[in-house]
């Protein structure tokens, strides 16, 4: 950008095309959004303004988001935040972009938490990342939760989205790897149980576009050689976290997902296969017995 008039159009005329040659796919949406985050402003309000001239610091600031997304970091990294669920969450790298396809798993939650008789509701999120699952579900209804994650990063990340989208909690979070961060204080059981298990195959990591191969943790992407090390670790003490007529409900690789449902053929219960809205397998369904 040299010295002459640099105004939002102007702006947009250079970034799109030089985002697109930085193999960029949405140039034009993330143009206009790095503009917007620049200016403080909502993105459709960037037309009302675009023959505005940028001020220098403007300018400096807007050079460095544009170098950020041309080096193909996320978009959501850089403006600190990802929609879901209708909400705003906070993310930073370090911390697992919420993705569309896991609002399924808050929709099919609240679905079958209505199901659920019980006065004190308690939930668990295993891997709760930026707490997305557990807060998007306890806006929604009344209910206790707990949320862990191995990531201290993630946590603190989870804790920030509770205070500022629903304060009134309560929240629990627990710092450590699945169940085992659960302390002595805590449930030994739970009416609701969910999870976005890493599941990603390791060979799959060349596959994947540079924003989530170079930037996102891996922790959180990839589940071992076959991708079901998680599933495996949650499977192991399931059924005993449960309460009678619980419920747990773990998002699926529609990929994997025969063999993520064989891997729980034993679980002593019903299952059930809830797919999303291209008819893939989405989520994993698993109810225990009611002791009467």
Request: with cysteine; net charge positive.
């Given at each position: 950008?040299?010295?002459?008039?640099?105004?939002?159009?102007?702006?947009?005329?250079?970034?799109?095309?030089?985002?697109?040659?930085?193999?960029?796919?949405?140039?034009?949406?993330?143009?206009?959004?790095?503009?917007?985050?620049?200016?403080?402003?909502?993105?459709?309000?960037?037309?009302?303004?675009?023959?505005?001239?940028?001020?220098?610091t403007e300018l400096e600031k807007l050079r460095n988001v544009m170098k950020r997304r041309a080096s193909r970091e996320p978009l959501q990294y850089i403006l600190g935040y990802r929609e879901f669920y209708g909400h705003k969450f906070l993310v930073e790298p370090g911390v697992l972009i919420p993705r569309p396809e896991t609002e399924h798993l808050v929709e099919t939650a609240l679905k079958e938490i209505k199901n659920i008789n019980v006065e004190s509701l308690k939930l668990l999120d295993l891997g709760t990342g930026s707490g997305c699952i557990a807060i998007s579900i306890g806006k929604a209804r009344p209910l206790e939760v707990w949320g862990v994650d191995k990531s201290k990063r993630a946590l603190d990340i989870a804790v920030k989205n509770a205070e500022t989208l629903h304060p009134e909690g309560p929240y629990h979070w627990r710092l450590g790897h699945w169940f085992d961060a659960l302390t002595p204080e805590d449930p030994k059981k739970f009416d609701v149980i969910v999870s976005n298990p890493p599941y990603v195959l390791d060979k799959e990591k060349a596959e994947l576009d540079d924003e989530i191969r170079l930037f996102e943790p891996e922790e959180a992407l990839f589940g071992g050689e076959d991708g079901l090390k998680a599933y495996r670790e949650i499977q192991a003490q399931l059924y005993e976290r449960l309460v009678s007529g619980g419920i747990a409900l773990l998002e699926l690789h529609s990929g994997q997902a025969?063999?993520?449902?064989?891997?729980?053929?034993k679980f002593p219960g019903t299952q059930k296969v809830v797919p999303d809205l291209q008819g893939l397998p989405r989520i994993l369904s698993l109810e225990t017995p009611t002791i009467r």
């Open positions: 950008m040299n010295q002459e008039v640099w105004t939002p159009l102007r702006i947009l005329q250079w970034a799109v095309p030089y985002l697109t040659q930085k193999g960029i796919k949405t140039a034009r949406l993330d143009a206009e959004c790095l503009i917007a985050f620049v200016l403080g402003l909502d993105r459709l309000k960037v037309y009302l303004q675009f023959d505005r001239p940028l001020n220098a025969d063999r993520i449902i064989k891997l729980f053929e």
